[in-house]
């Protein structure tokens, strides 16, 4: 499985951000693809997850919960998040990843595969 996430850049506060995740290989819609990132000096977190399509559920973390949006396009194999209104705490490299387990999981360790990351800078 290969992750290629793109979408991120320099938005001030109040402001909106679509992330990318192009997935390839062995995917398939009934598997977990998640959002984490992690911030300068501090350790990776996790943002949002969409398990497999037979009823994994979506989950996010407090600190996105109403602001940010985790959705998917099997079609195009894509995770996408959708972020707004993004604060300064948002700052951070994000990187997707994907579990072979339609059960969501918010815990790193249980993400095999894990795409480049895409920088978000919030500030103005």
């Known amino acids: 499985v290969q992750l290629q996430a793109s979408g991120g850049g320099l938005v001030q506060p109040g402001g909106y951000l679509r992330l990318s995740c192009a997935a390839s290989?062995?995917?398939?819609?009934?598997?977990?693809m998640a959002w984490f990132r992690q911030a300068p000096g501090k350790d990776r977190e996790f943002v949002a997850a969409?398990?497999?399509?037979?009823?994994?559920?979506?989950f996010y973390a407090d600190s996105v919960k109403g602001r940010f949006t985790i959705s998917r396009d099997s079609t195009k194999n894509t995770l996408y998040l959708e972020m707004n209104p993004l604060k300064a705490d948002d700052t951070a490299v994000y990187y997707c990843?994907?579990?072979?387990?339609?059960?969501?999981?918010?815990?790193?360790?249980?993400?095999?595969?894990w795409g480049q990351g895409t920088l978000v800078t919030v500030s103005s």
């Open positions: 290989g062995r995917t398939s819609s009934s598997y977990t």
């Open positions: 969409n398990g497999g399509w037979r009823g994994g559920g979506t």
């Open positions: 990843a994907f579990r072979l387990s339609g059960r969501a999981s918010v815990h790193a360790v249980d993400y095999s595969y």
